[in-house]
Structures are given as C-alpha cells and as structure tokens.
C-alpha cells in the first residue's frame, strides 16, 4: 500500500537518524586516537580497546560511576519511598487544598534549575556540604521530587478504586489497603518511576558541576564533560566514556520502554 | 464500638481521611519547600544586594535593584537572552513539525513497533552531556565525519570549521538538540493521534474528504492538547539550554553562542558575583513563568472554549 510506504520509509529514516550517532561512536572509541581525523571511513578498520584501557587505568573512571551511582541511588530511594506516599493521598484520598498542591508540584517540575543554583550554593557551602554525597543529594530533591510525585499520581489513578474500597469493608484500615491492596499493584508503576527518577538524576549536569569541586565528588557527566588531555582533545577516550555513560540508562529503558512511555505520555496528557 | 448518627460518622470519616492524607503528603511538601521554593525566594532577596564573593571585604551591601538596572543595561546579558529565544524558536519549531510527521507515521506503521520505540526512547534517555559530545565529535575540525560525508556529496567548497564562526557553530547546536528531543516530541503526539476516535476519520472518508483536509480539519484540532502540552515542555526546556551549549561550544566562539543559563553560570560560580547572577536568576524564572502562563492564556483559553 502506497499510503503505508512513505510512514515506512519516514520510521527507516528515524532508526537510522537515531543510531548512526551511536554506531560512529562506537566505532570511534575502538579506533586508534591517531586515526580518528584521518580520512573517516564509515567500516571500521582497525579496532583496538586501548580507549577503554586507558579510561579504567590512567582515568580511574571507577570514582565518577561510583559518585553517580551513589547520588542517583539515594535521590531515587527517597523520592519515590516519600513521593509514592504523597502521590497516593493525591490520587487517591479525598482532601481540601489537593488542587492547588497539584499544580505547585507541577510549577516546581517546570521551574529552571539555574533560578535556585546561587541560594544552594551559599547555603550548602555555609553547611559544608559543598562537595559532598549529600550535597548533590539535596539539591537533586528539587527536579526529583515533584517528577517522582506527579508520574506516581499518574500511575495511582490508573488503579481501580473497587480493590481497595473491599478491602476497607473488610475491615482495613487505609494504610493497611494501601500497603496490601494497592502497593502490590503499583509495583510495575513504581519501577517505571525509579527508573525514570534514576535516568534523570544519572544524566543531571548543572547542579552536579555547580556542587562538586574535584574528581573525587564528580558525578560521569562532570567527568567526561571536563577531560582533558595534556596537548590535546583525548576523543577517543571522552567517547569511550561516553559510550560506558550511556550503557546503563540505555539498558534499563530498553528493558522497560513500554511502561516508561505509557507513564510519560499519561503524565503528560491526561495531567 | 461507639455508635454515632450516620451523619457524624460520615463526617468524622472525612476528617480521618483529610488528616491521614495531609501527614502522608507532609514529607513531600517539606522537602519541596525545603529545596525548591524558600531557595526561590532566597534568590529574590539575594538579588537586591551586592554580594561579590571574591571581595569579602566590601562586604553586603543592600543596594536595591542595582543589579537589574545593570542586567538591563548589561549587552552580553541581552545577546544571551536572544541567543536563547532564538535556539528555542529553531529548534522547537522543528522539532514540532518533525515530531508530528514521526507521530502520524508511527501511528500508521504496524512493522517494526519495538525498533521504532528503541529509536526513539535511547536518545532521549541519554546524558545531554553525552548527546552533546557526540555531535561535538561529528562536526570536529575540519576532518570530522559531517565534512567527510559533505564533501562526499560535492555540494561545498573546501569543508568548514563549524565551531570557529559565530554562525555556523549552531548548526551542530540546533541539529544535536532536534535529534535528541523531537522523539520524545513524537510520542506525546502520538498518545495525542492514539486518543483520537477512528470512526471520525471513516466519516470523512465517506464523505470524501482528502487526506490533507483530513489532517487538517480533524487530526490538527484534535491533536491540539497535545501540541499545546509539547510546545509548553519544549519552550520551557529550551529556554534553560545550559548541558549542550556548555560543552558543545562553551558558549563560543566569544560569546556567541552563550544562552541566558550559560550566563549566569558564569556569573555566579566562575565571577563569583552572587548579587547580579541571582538578578539574572530572577529573570530566568520570570520569563520562564511568563512563557508558561502565556501559553496557558492563549492557546489554552481557546481550547477551554472549544471544549465548553
């Protein structure tokens, strides 16, 4: 059918727009570095794992993965153990103020980062915290938080009220519900959310470089985005780093593309 | 067990569950307030005082609005604010238009879905940092992959050297931003499409509408929630750009390429002027307020209307 064939050829285009940066990348980080200007060709020719050697020995590439598997961990944790409990009294209780609580959560989601770098700052460093695991933490609650909440009070609403209604005429108490009913239930939600909440904090460049002084508090996207080399760019390393930055958020939303689109797109339409 | 009229039991239930789900969104709320709004309100105040932490000595002196008067006066504060508006002019435009045309084709293709979704899920789920690099990578120098295949193609005369012109530097800018965020623009159109009822199209058929008038007269109108809601999201995070610009061009060369948030930065953490970059503060987040309630007003009253 003709009238199939062009959204075909246009979904072709997207998957080849979309992985050729990628491919070349990969390509690149096993080329030597004293080819990578020389004549691009698009096969590769010759590969060698040097950039990577290099990025685990002379880089010690282990500290920024371990920083940011330190602060996105904590920040996911906590936004969604405290989130999940606030977007379920959102979806789900009936209370005055709820309206206005709903859009606050919204208004602070969109605000920009930049606007609260200088309060922060100050703050932070007359807390000597400056450089410090919790000093990215606290500072992350503020993208984190409001993201954690308004996904879960997607995921809460999609819930049907019966279960949890028969559960209280049997005599639960409302937090019993929610720990026995609806908490079983939300479980794929509350994965979609983590996931999401952990890419977000995982890719978070402003803050992470505002706060941080030196390698050893660095999260991946500081580290790779300051290497330097002593005479030149080092770009067969900084996309081996890359590619080793990109690996793990790649992996878990592709492990879990279906839930993550049908959160983002519910949060974002029906809200 | 206590007996009380059903009335009063209803209405002390009420009040149970209002006071249960006030102490369930209290820790939420106070780290929100904690976090995000009173460091808000501290850069308003921060804003009227001069606070040059490289001179300690001149301590903090209150000096009113000094520092939005200087803002205001400031060109490399204005250029920055137009190179801003007009990076989130270009590219969200683009990525509208783009984003559409990926939306109707994804919801037309029935081969492929899992492939289509990895495509457009991994760019937009990677660091901007990385995104950033490798679009860096591409147009580096004179021998990066981008000239290569230019000149491949014989259109140009000798290959040029995107980062060092004021003009050119945005191509890789702009082309790295659209390939990273129209996907994500596609999806919410295309949960928009996905909601629209097909009877109405079968309608139009028998009706003897062209596929064009379809576009226009039905899928435009119905989609426009979701466009509204797109553009809102897209303004808004183009308007704070900071990750790309930083590390594609830092801003340059000079100053040209350097967005409001860029600014700022510098101000603040690299000057160490914290009176005039929380004034600088302050003006991002109003414009980026206004951008929001403007849409809201404009876009968003008519479709109120269309609905009522």
Known sequence: MPRRGWATATLAL?????????????????????????????????????????????????????????????????????????????????????????????????????????????LLRRLHLINTYPGLILPYLTFAMPLTVWLLVGFFRQLPAELEEAAMVDGASRLRALREVILPLALPGLAATAILTFVYSWNEFLFALSFTLGPERQTVPVAIALFRGQYQVPWGQILAAAIVATAPVALLVLAFQRRIVQGLTAGAVKG | MTTLPVGEREASAEAREARLAWRLVAPALTAILLVALFPLGWTVWESLYHHDLRMPWLGRPFVGAANYVEALSDPRFWGAMAHTLFFAAVTVSLELVLGCVLALAMNRAFRGRALVRAAVLVPWAIPTVVSALLWRFMFEGQAGIANALLTATGLTGPPPVWFIDATLAWVPVVLADVWKTTPFVALLLLAGLQNIDASIYEAARIDGASAWRQFRHITLPLLQPAILVALIFRTLDAFRVFDLIYVMTGGGPGTSTEPIALYTFTSLLQNLRFGYGSALSVIVFLVTFGLALGYIRFLGGGLAEERA
């Open chain 1, 14 to 122: 997207l998957v080849l727009g979309s992985a050729f940066p990628f491919y070349w990348a990969i390509v690149s980080s096993f080329t030597p570095e004293a080819r990578l200007f020389q004549r691009p060709s698009l096969l590769p020719t010759t590969l060698v794992l040097d950039h990577y050697r290099a990025l685990f020995t002379e880089r010690n590439f282990w500290v920024p993965i371990r920083n940011s598997l330190i602060v996105a961990g904590a920040t996911t944790v906590i936004c969604v153990t405290v989130g999940g409990l606030c977007a379920y009294a959102l979806a789900r209780l009936r209370f005055r103020g709820k309206g206005p609580l709903l859009t606050l959560i919204l208004a602070v989601s969109v605000f920009p980062q930049i606007s609260v770098v200088s309060p922060l700052y100050l």
